[in-house]
Nanobody, 118 residues
């Protein structure tokens, strides 16, 4: 069974860069033909898709966040990473990594709380 685990700082200061890592076990980000995605949920709001990286390394981002978002991967560690620059308190959310398969989000990590505050 594929498992995903988010990790990274829980507190980020405004104007700085948020960086989170998703570690994948029980599967391969290069040989399993999926897209590896980031999603977030701000307090009291709906889930918001951020972007993904495919098994071949291609990336795609939500238009609303594209200018500030970068998703990369470390194939030797079976990890993929989210970077969100110039953060504000509006970026406070629970951040999830998940598999995107056949247009649906499949396996999810448990989520990690990120608070943007000075």
């Amino acid at each position: 069974q594929v498992q995903l685990q988010e990790s990274g700082p829980g507190l980020v200061k405004p104007s700085q860069r948020l960086s989170l890592t998703c570690t994948v076990s029980g599967g391969s980000i290069t040989t399993d033909y999926y897209s590896w995605s980031w999603i977030r949920q701000p307090p009291g709001k709906e889930l918001e898709w951020i972007g993904y990286i495919t098994y071949s390394g291609s990336t795609y981002y939500s238009p609303s966040l594209k200018s500030r978002t970068s998703i990369s991967r470390d194939t030797s560690k079976n990890q993929f990473t989210l970077q969100l620059s110039s953060v504000t308190p509006e970026d406070t959310a629970v951040y999830y990594c998940a598999i995107l398969k056949a247009g649906l989000f499949d396996s999810w990590g448990q989520g990690t709380q990120v608070t943007v505050s000075s």
